[in-house]
């Protein structure tokens, strides 16, 4: 999620490639990214832009990749056909790497979130005056206090995946040509819990720009009834990390318009089938 984080980079588009430098790399984040190139493009090949160069050591480190077609699915209203494919490169990107190729653990891991987000609801933090926010804030404490994040912390039942742990959705570019979508941003990428991923992409704040039905997205892929309600326990972990970023003084308050903390209290209180 990369949660509090602005623009951790440079880009210089040109006709074929794009060049990225890197403003910190304290996470590993070019050589993060440039495994996972590698990896996808030898694993799933065009679902990720093509590796061309890298210097790793210099500074700023720079990563020279393939240019790919298409625009952001962040923002636009998704219909059939986009969520048919977000789902076909989900379903790819999720089953291309054996996992004796897959690399270190990602930066943002299942365990580092639930540790984030209790860490978060103990301090309290103040969220206004509204009452739908407080009555969410209040389900989430309570459902944070229970068994169900101590079992996503523990780790997944199911192999492990190559994940971005980056819901944002606009790192899934739509090619309308082709009818695909492609994923760019790998710097926070590793191996990662499948459930997880597919919970950030649904409940990245990003959402709240355009339109997808994540529910039709979810019905799309090949989950099995356990690893569904894997799904949806980390979804009311993530949507509850967005409540207290969303707060007053949280480090994504002042990103998004005004109404996002009380969509988002909505969202939450749904998630968890709490309030009316």
């Known amino acids: 999620m990369t949660a509090g984080q602005h623009s951790t980079h440079d880009l210089v588009i040109q006709d074929d490639v794009v060049i990225k430098r890197y403003r910190s790399w304290d996470r590993g984040e070019p050589r993060r990214e440039w495994t996972a190139l590698t990896l996808l493009a030898r694993h799933a090949p065009g679902l990720a832009p093509e590796p061309v160069a890298a210097d790793l050591d210099a500074v700023p480190p720079t990563v020279v990749m393939g240019r790919l077609p298409g625009v952001p699915l962040r923002g636009l209203h998704a219909g059939p056909a986009h969520i048919r494919a977000l789902a076909a490169a989900l379903i790819r990107l999720h089953h291309a790497v054996p996992a004796r190729d897959l690399p270190e653990p990602a930066v943002w891991t299942s365990a580092v979130a639930v540790a984030h987000v209790r860490g978060w609801a103990g301090r309290r933090p103040v969220l206004g005056e509204d009452p739908r926010v407080a009555e969410a804030a209040t389900a989430g404490a309570d459902w944070l206090a229970g068994a169900a994040p101590d079992r996503l912390a523990a780790g997944s039942p199911f192999p492990p995946v190559l994940g971005m742990t980056d819901g944002n959705r606009a790192n899934y570019l739509w090619d309308a040509g082709s009818g695909e979508i492609r994923i760019v941003d790998w710097e926070d990428s590793g191996t990662s819990d499948r459930a997880f991923e597919l919970a950030e992409v649904t409940e990245h704040i990003s959402r709240v720009d355009g339109h997808l039905d994540d529910d039709e997205l979810l019905a799309c892929l ?22 207290y970023m969303l707060g007053p003084g949280g480090p994504f308050a002042a990103r998004n318009p005004p109404g996002t903390l009380e969509r988002q209290a909505e969202r939450v209180l749904a998630l968890l089938g709490a309030g009316s």
């Open 222 to 243: 090949d989950l099995t009834a356990a690893e569904a309600a894997r799904v949806h326990d980390f979804r009311r972990l993530i949507a509850l990390s967005w409540l």
